[in-house]
């Protein structure tokens, strides 16, 4: 607990919601000059980026929903009204991104269709739980989502030996999801005014929404590399398992800080993350003022 406690930065959680979230316009032309195992020719890993954008118009379009449905309960908190304008501004910018992601997936056979319509009928589900619940289940992924970014930004050799127009996407979601991080969480504050039942219930669906994230990824690797004819490719599923537990291993790294998402008290602003976002920012500026 001590270790999880010093991963938090108490002095951050001040800031006001919608202070640093900026509306860029970027937009990255994806063709099919982009090589098929854009990651280090490494199928299995580059699969696992390709399910996460797979995965994200669809649920960024429930975060936008989930939000949005309390507009009006932020009538007294002007701040995290504006916060919200911002995060509907980036998340759908990410949805037109990784929507044409998605086609040059599908030019290449994927089966986007088909994984859509799963994901479709897990929201179904999802459906049948309260406005505040579908919030919660928004906060928590929004922090699961935050945490890996973070790891993009903090760690840039992660991306090393990528194409580079794929690394620079990966990086602007990620900054972006950084900027916004604690959104919806704020908006769950001012919903669910009652600590304890608060608590347990963003605890609970964080339990809930990790065993399910985890068990789609997987499959969607599992269904992109049967794809490729490169399904029983034992020493990819290796090198995939490495790369995600061991070098650079994102995963074993965020643990402890989703780990802090169950301490009492906690707040997504405590994670320090500022010194890595004012650096990936540069680079995202430079790259812009690069590009056409």
């Not at 908190?77 to 040059?104: G, M, T």
């Not at 089966?111 to 505040?132: C, H, T, W, Y």
């Not at 903090?154 to 090393?160: D, F, S």
Request: charged fraction near 25%; glycine fraction near 6%.
């Amino acid at each position: 607990m001590s270790y999880l406690k010093r991963l938090l930065n108490r002095r951050s959680a001040t800031k006001p919601a919608g202070a640093d979230i900026p509306r860029r316009d970027m937009r990255f032309a994806l063709d099919e000059q982009i090589p098929r195992y854009w990651y280090r020719g490494w199928p299995h890993v580059t699969r696992f980026f390709d399910g996460l954008s797979i995965m994200f118009p669809l649920g960024e379009k429930l975060f936008i929903d989930s939000v949005v449905h309390f507009r009006q309960a932020l009538e007294k908190h002007p701040a995290l009204a504006q916060a919200v304008d911002a995060f509907v501004y980036q998340e759908a910018s990410h949805i037109r991104e990784h929507r044409a992601y998605n086609r040059l997936l599908a030019a290449q056979g994927a089966p986007i269709d088909a994984l859509e319509q799963l994901l479709m009928r897990r929201q179904e589900v999802g459906n049948k739980f309260s406005p505040a619940m579908r919030l919660a289940m928004t906060a928590s992924l929004e922090h699961f989502t935050a945490i890996l970014s973070d790891q993009l930004l903090r760690h840039p050799a992660i991306l090393e030996g990528a194409d580079t127009k794929m690394a620079m996407l990966w990086r602007w979601h990620a900054i972006e999801e950084t900027e916004h991080k604690a959104v919806a969480y704020d908006v769950l504050g001012v919903v669910v005014s009652n600590p304890l039942r608060r608590y347990l219930m963003r605890c609970g669906v964080m339990l809930i929404m990790t065993g399910y994230f985890a068990i789609d990824v997987l499959y969607f690797i599992y269904r992109l590399a049967g794809n490729d004819g490169q399904r029983h490719n034992g020493r990819e599923w290796l090198r995939l398992l490495g790369w995600l537990f061991v070098r650079p291993g994102p995963l074993t790294r965020v643990f402890p800080k989703w780990l802090a998402w169950f301490i009492p008290g906690f707040h997504p602003n405590h994670l320090d993350t500022r010194e890595a976002l004012a650096t990936a920012r540069q680079t995202l500026d430079e790259y812009a003022g690069r590009t056409p």
